[in-house]
């Protein structure tokens, strides 16, 4: 690694340690509401970094997402709520590659070899298949990618697109509560519509893992 591309990644992470002291009380939702609407323009950005900064530190991404939907709406939510995720996965995926290798293997332990071994075969389908099937936790996830050989750039653009439909649903959910607890209009529409969206996601695993499956099988056929 360049030493100006190691210095980066070494200021991101006294940012993030230096952030979580000063507002390590912003991971609850409601706090985070409100915390992120005092900024007024400068919202939408500031609530991209805590996302980054809470994926690098283990936050609860569901919660993270959930806000995301409720303080910026289903269009944009989901586009901030993706950013942020991206942004903090690809932090992760640099910081275990290049800083804390040891620390992110100690943490893997146990799946770390199925991790290797999958994108060893897969390449970029098998960080599609883990970003669309929570297999893994994601936090620990994105740390543990980065011992894999995968290119960054495989990585990171494989996280966006999968990552996005996870994003939009959970996007459009919070905004949803959020609309429930304002007493917004068509509340009932799109409470059936967010159901619908959280049922459809739920089938996703299930639709991946069969895909596999019937794909694993005709190689297999064909080997024979």
């Known amino acids: 690694m360049k030493p100006i591309k190691r210095w980066l990644v070494i200021v ?80 992760a995926f640099l910081i275990a590659r290049y800083l804390a290798a040891d620390w992110a293997a100690q943490r893997a332990q146990g799946w770390s070899r199925k991790l290797l071994d999958g994108v060893a075969a897969e390449g970029w389908r098998f960080i599609a298949f883990v970003r669309l099937v929570p297999l893994f936790p994601f936090n620990l996830l994105n740390y543990a ?31 949803v509560g959020q609309q429930a607890l304002s007493g917004g209009d068509a509340l009932l529409q799109q409470s059936l519509a967010a159901l619908a969206l959280l049922a459809t996601l739920g089938f996703v695993p299930t639709f991946i893992k069969r895909l596999r499956s019937a794909q694993d099988g005709r190689g297999g056929s064909s080997q024979n």
Do not use: E, K
């Open 145 to 175: 990618l980065g011992l894999t050989p995968v290119r960054a750039s495989v990585y990171v653009l494989a996280s966006f697109v999968f990552m996005a439909p996870g994003c939009f649903v959970y996007s459009y959910v919070g905004h």
């Open 12 to 91: 991101f992470a006294l940012l993030v340690a230096g952030l979580m002291w000063r507002y390590g009380d912003v991971w609850d939702m409601a706090a985070l509401q409100m915390w992120v609407a005092q900024f007024g323009w400068w919202a939408p950005v500031a609530f991209i970094l805590i996302y980054a900064v809470g994926t690098l530190a283990f936050a609860p991404g569901l919660a993270l997402t959930l806000a995301g939907g409720a303080l910026f709406g289903p269009y944009l939510g989901p586009l901030y709520n993706l950013t942020g995720a991206t942004i903090g996965a690809t932090a």
